[in-house]
């Protein structure tokens, strides 16, 4: 089992940035790739950002390409998602989970483990 805490979500402005931390614990939270999803009122979850469990490149779902940026800190059992420039778009409540599929995994079916949720609003 994987153990999955998000926390960074809040309230900014157009144009603002939020960093989300997403901290693991329990199994080798090594071993797995590390996704990021939001999900906004009325809407299907949506894949945001993974990041593989080593070697790799991150991979980012075309909307946030240039403004987000996955990372991660395996001695820390952490990953991060920075988020810049956000606008009202971006509002949502982000989640983080942990898949072991073949990498990029982008469907929410194909994560193992996931975390509670952080809520990121964003007002014009």
């Known amino acids: 089992q994987v153990q999955l805490v998000e926390s960074g979500g809040g309230s900014v402005q157009t144009g603002g940035s939020l960093r989300l931390s997403c901290t693991a614990s329990?199994?080798?939270?090594?071993?797995?790739?590390v996704g990021w999803f939001r999900q906004a009122p009325g809407k299907e979850r949506e894949f945001v950002a993974v990041?593989?469990?080593?070697?790799?490149?991150?991979y980012y779902v075309d909307s946030v390409k240039g403004r987000f940026t996955v990372s991660r800190d395996n001695a820390k059992n952490t990953a991060y998602l920075q988020m810049n420039s956000l606008n009202p778009e971006d509002t949502a409540n982000y989640y983080c989970?942990?898949?072991?599929?073949?990498?990029?995994?982008?469907?929410?079916?194909?994560?193992?483990?996931w975390g509670q949720g952080t809520q990121v609003t964003v007002s014009s």
């Open positions: 989970a942990a898949t072991s599929r073949i990498y990029p995994a982008t469907r929410a079916y194909e994560y193992t483990y």
């Open positions: 329990g199994r080798t939270f090594s071993s797995y790739a």
């Open positions: 990041i593989p469990w080593s070697l790799g490149n991150p």
